[in-house]
């Protein structure tokens, strides 16, 4: 079966992070993946995951985005790439916009379409125009999908509706590779300068409003205060990186925090770190919150993250006003190494989201 994914582009983010777990455990016997995107890199070259998409045998296909200068055009640039590649199902991953490639998947006579929601809230619904818009896309998706998929149930929700009927995929991870690692701890501690007594607060995702890293400096601010030896790290790349830089150099932090790119082979920061603090304004389940869970650190989450990202009894969520400095007290190691074996955990392995993916491929 040849699926072509859509989604704006294939550098480091929550959905494509999903896609490639996916296309790294996916049977390649029975499915051939490409993926269509239309926003450029993020390094103006080559998007973070191209290299390694290749190996995999993946093809990036890469169109204009006319998506409002001229949907016309980006809806037939899509349906031409789908006649050409033959493609017998169409997976689209880029939320209320998902019923262009969809219509155009319909035109093709493409008779699985997919869309999948990764999200529960938009920043740019709070103007009028596009919330009224997004309404108007949703009823236009819901006539062009086949098979509505969600990374949770709010997503689900969110993108098709209260009335609407989804299937809930998880944001599958390799949980071998996120086991608690005592040496990889050590290892990390040591290259990024930090004590091995020091209390580590971790914090992974774009920087953009969604993910309220500011908020993030104000909750390790509030703790450093009275422990000058914690740290705070942050990875991630995105629009507010020089606002984070002031705020930290406001604070006068900038011996405390690491505001670190994103990295390669995430599962050492996870090892390396104590706390992992989420405050976001809105997410779907984040992948950093079960990878950090898998990794069996103590997680604080704002209240806006999905209760279902809660895997672990000694995860919790906290609203925007609480005092999450009382909340910062880490588990211990032992403790972090039985992670993997809790149930709820286990149930966001990679090889069985992929298998129930693969099954409502077939069905």
């Known amino acids: 079966m040849k699926i072509l994914h859509v989604i704006g582009g294939m550098d480091r983010?929550?959905?494509?992070?999903?896609?490639?777990?996916?296309?790294?455990?996916i049977d390649?016997?029975?499915?051939?993946?490409?993926?269509?995107?239309?926003?450029?890199?993020?390094d103006g070259k080559k998007y973070v995951y191209e290299?390694?998409?290749?190996?995999?045998?993946?093809?990036?296909?890469?169109?204009?985005?006319?998506?409002?200068?001229?949907?016309?055009?980006?809806?037939?640039?899509?349906?031409k790439v789908l006649r050409d590649g033959k493609y017998d199902a169409i997976h689209s991953h880029i939320d209320f916009m998902s019923f262009m490639?969809?219509?155009?998947?319909?035109?093709?006579?493409i008779q699985?379409?997919?869309?999948?929601?990764?999200?529960?809230?938009?920043?740019?619904?709070?103007?009028?125009?596009?919330?009224?818009?997004?309404?108007?896309f949703r009823v236009r998706l819901n006539s062009q999908v086949t098979t509505r998929l969600a990374c949770g149930e709010d997503a689900g929700r969110f993108l098709y509706g209260k009335n609407k009927p989804f299937t809930v995929i998880h944001n599958g991870i390799d949980l071998k590779k996120f086991h608690f690692n005592a040496n990889s701890r050590q290892m990390m501690r040591a290259k990024l300068k930090i004590d091995e007594d020091a209390l580590v607060m971790l914090n992974v995702g774009r920087f953009e409003e969604q993910k309220n890293?500011?908020?993030?400096?104000?909750?390790?601010?509030?703790?450093?205060?009275?422990?000058?030896?914690?740290?705070?790290?942050?990875?991630?790349?995105?629009?507010?990186?020089?606002?984070?830089?002031?705020?930290?150099?406001?604070?006068r932090l900038e011996e405390a925090v690491l505001l670190l790119p994103a990295q390669d082979a995430m599962e050492r920061f996870y090892s390396m770190a104590d706390i992992f603090v989420l405050p976001s304004l809105f997410e779907c389940v984040p992948t950093v919150g079960i990878e950090a869970q898998a990794s069996g650190m103590?997680?604080?989450?704002?209240?806006?993250?999905?209760?279902?990202?809660?895997?672990l009894k000694t995860s919790e969520f906290l609203s925007l006003e609480d005092n999450w400095r009382?909340?910062?007290?880490?588990?211990?190691?032992?403790?972090?190494?039985?992670?993997?074996?809790?149930?709820?955990v286990k149930e966001y392995d990679v090889k069985n989201t992929v298998k129930k993916l693969e099954g409502i491929y077939e069905a």
């Open 28 to 42: 390649r016997e029975k499915f051939q993946c490409d993926i269509l995107t239309f926003l450029k890199p993020r």
């Open 101 to 109: 490639p969809l219509k155009a998947a319909k035109k093709a006579g």
């Open 51 to 79: 290299d390694e998409l290749k190996t995999l045998g993946v093809k990036i296909i890469k169109i204009d985005d006319n998506r409002f200068r001229k949907p016309w055009k980006f809806t037939s640039d899509i349906e």
């Open 298 to 311: 103590k997680c604080l989450f704002s209240t806006n993250v999905p209760k279902e990202t809660k895997l």
């Open 112 to 136: 699985k379409r997919f869309s999948h929601s990764h999200n529960t809230n938009n920043t740019k619904l709070e103007k009028p125009i596009i919330r009224l818009m997004s309404k108007y």
């Open 213 to 251: 890293q500011e908020q993030a400096i104000n909750i390790f601010a509030d703790y450093y205060r009275k422990h000058p030896t914690a740290r705070l790290v942050i990875i991630g790349e995105g629009s507010l990186r020089q606002q984070l830089e002031d705020k930290i150099a406001s604070e």
């Open 326 to 344: 009382d909340y910062i007290k880490p588990v211990d190691q032992k403790q972090r190494s039985e992670a993997t074996k809790e149930p709820a």
């Open 13 to 25: 983010g929550g959905a494509e992070s999903y896609i490639m777990n996916t296309l790294r455990n």
